[in-house]
């Protein structure tokens, strides 16, 4: 577990971190309190911004992870493989399992798009079965989504207490959703697939891309910027607002797992090459980006 104090420049490892399991996802309710997730169902929180850690959850039997977490306040939500769903509502001391459940979204009149059109009326029954909940978002007010395997996408509208499922533009796995302004929003996933809802997931169009790698993260930038990375060392840009963007191949082709913006000028990834700074500035063009991923 590592921390930086100097927006990624410098790195320092956690004193105390009581586990060696892979963690995979990590959320904070504010500045000192926060939780961090992995395999074998392992959940731990800081009280101190992340310089110390204690295990509050382990469930090694389970043989599954823990993939995301979600900090609400107090109120934390992790998921992970075969439809893990655990709650918190003390800032992840203790935990209580739940079996996720969701309906489909009632069909919104006048919607729909070529990429999915929404049947005029559903069944009621469960259809969120053991899918891998891959990842879970909050976007304004009480709205949650949730990126998941095989084609499936939720939402909430009550801070997660129900769920629904969302009309999805393919099979395929999404690994991340990035709720933008208003209803928008972008689903990613496999294989270079990305699409766009402006209606809050009742219907989708597809993004050409030009890229065919797993995206793996995203993260909305100043004056109406989106960022995404995934294998093969790919970052794609938008300067607006999500509608279209342009591919800056990473010369090592080193996979990113993960982003977060600093500022208006800096990137900050982690993928196969470590923690990475990609300059993305004003002043900044395909070439030089694509020369900072080979430092």
């Known amino acids: 577990m590592l921390t930086s104090d100097n927006r990624g420049q410098m790195w320092t490892q956690a004193a105390h971190v009581p586990t060696q399991e892979l963690l995979t996802a990590v959320c904070f309710s504010d500045q000192q309190r926060g939780v961090a997730v992995g395999h074998d169902e392992i959940a ?48 992840g001391v203790t935990w209580t399992a739940r079996k996720f459940e969701a309906t489909p979204l009632p069909a919104k009149r006048g919607s729909g798009s070529a990429a999915s059109e929404p049947e005029d009326e559903y069944d009621t029954g469960d259809l969120a079965g053991d899918y891998h909940l891959n990842r879970i978002v909050g976007a304004s007010g009480s709205r949650l989504y949730i990126a998941a395997e095989a084609g499936h996408l939720y939402r909430s509208d009550d801070a997660g207490k129900t769920w629904a499922e969302l009309p999805s533009p393919y099979d395929g796995s999404f690994f991340g959703i990035l709720p933008l302004d208003g209803e928008s929003l972008l689903a990613y996933g496999l294989r270079g697939n990305l699409f766009r809802s402006e209606d809050g997931g009742h219907s989708w169009r597809r993004i050409a891309l030009d890229t ?43 996979g990113l797992s993960a982003v977060v913006n600093v500022g208006v000028s800096e990137l900050i990834t982690v993928g196969e090459a470590g923690v990475r700074a990609i300059p993305i500035g004003p002043g900044e063009t395909a070439t030089s980006l694509e020369q900072a991923g080979a430092k």
């Open 212 to 254: 065919e790698a797993m995206l793996n993260d995203a993260v909305r930038l100043p004056q109406e910027g989106v960022a995404i990375v995934g294998l093969s060392g790919t970052v794609l840009l938008s300067k607006d607002d999500g509608h279209t963007f342009m591919l800056y191949q990473q010369p090592d082709r080193k």
């Open 44 to 91: 731990l929180i800081t009280t101190d911004a992340g310089n110390s850690w204690q295990r509050t959850h382990y469930s090694p039997e389970a043989r599954q992870p823990l993939l995301d977490v979600l900090c609400n306040g107090s109120d934390i939500i992790a998921v992970g493989a075969y439809g893990t769903y655990l709650t918190s509502s003390d800032h």
